[in-house]
């Protein structure tokens, strides 16, 4: 039986990094501009402060200037709040994060808003979500735009394809389904509500799964030859106890049926945090006035 072809996410975000820390180059040689990321972590969460400081050493690893605050996981609102007011004031700061989750006494829709529309390169901020969903320019959410350039690399020209978004977050399910019909899709949102979910899977000539759940995803919920997205990450217990990384699609029987697989872990993670310089590059080009250049992966 035929398997599916493995979209490598690790590999076409490494070779995306590359093509921004060149244009990273011509910026600092051509207008004296170094793009700033602020990252700020609230707690000591660890899978939190795995991401920042992966997202750090990337930034850097581009050219930028990584800026990090951390603050207790006691720290109030006010005071987060407080702290984001000054890297909005900040001019050496192009783009802010606030690594989510943050703890129970912080209300996380009160920061995504307190954050400069210009400076959030997540792409939450209920701005540039709506410029999003009417076809304007704002910042594209990181995990979305990853997900769009795997699907572009794999197939090209995506319009008339019928594309099943599995999952209606704010974070990825919404702004993936205003991505896809940006590109001329014709897309069903699904999710846990919806009647015969299976089958609505299967209509899909493109399945993008971020529901949460571990392995939910089953091959014959699959289109032969359909090209399949996994955004989830979920940890399962192992018998040696450490417990190991899947997604929403149980790959296994899902690599037997899809023309194209992106596998978990080494499949849309490593795309997020491309995608986050990358919109610090625009961020840092709109700020200043100049055209945000095209990346290009670099050829590998």
């Not at 571990?214 to 217990?237: E, L, S």
Request: net charge positive.
């Amino acid at each position: 039986m035929a398997t599916a072809t493995i979209i490598d996410g690790k590999q076409f975000a490494a070779r995306l990094r590359a093509g921004i820390a060149a244009q990273v180059t011509r910026l600092k040689a051509d207008h004296d501009l170094t793009p700033g990321l602020a990252v700020v972590l609230v707690g000591e969460d660890p899978a939190s402060q795995i991401y920042v400081r992966n997202k750090g050493l990337q930034a850097r690893e581009a050219g930028m200037d990584s800026i990090e605050h951390r603050l207790p996981a006691t720290a109030t609102q006010a005071e987060l709040l407080a702290r984001i007011t000054e890297l909005n004031r900040d001019p050496a700061v192009n783009g802010i994060l606030v690594q989510l989750p943050l703890p129970k006494q912080i209300d996380p829709q009160a920061v995504i808003e307190a954050i400069a529309v210009a400076k959030d390169v997540d792409g939450f901020h209920p701005f540039n979500a709506g410029l999003l969903a009417v076809g304007g320019t704002g910042m594209i959410p990181c995990t979305p735009l990853g997900c769009l350039m795997l699907l572009k690399d794999r197939l090209g020209n995506l319009a008339g394809q019928r594309a099943v978004m599995l999952g209606r977050s704010n974070i990825v399910g919404k702004p993936m389904a205003a991505l896809l019909l940006r590109e001329h899709c014709t897309v069903t949102i699904a999710h846990s509500r919806t009647r015969d979910l299976a089958e609505e899977c299967r209509r899909a000539d493109i399945l993008v799964a971020a529901v949460g759940k571990a392995q939910m995803v089953k091959g014959d919920w699959i289109k032969p030859g359909a090209t399949v997205i996994d955004v989830g990450i979920n940890r399962i217990p192992t018998p040696d106890g450490k417990g190991r990384l899947v997604g929403d699609v149980d790959f296994t029987s899902a690599v037997e049926v899809a023309g194209a697989i992106t596998p978990v872990p080494g499949g849309v993670g490593p795309m997020t945090i491309a995608c986050l310089l990358l919109n610090t590059l625009t961020a840092t080009c709109r700020q200043q006035g100049i055209p945000a250049p095209k990346v290009r992966p670099v050829a590998g």
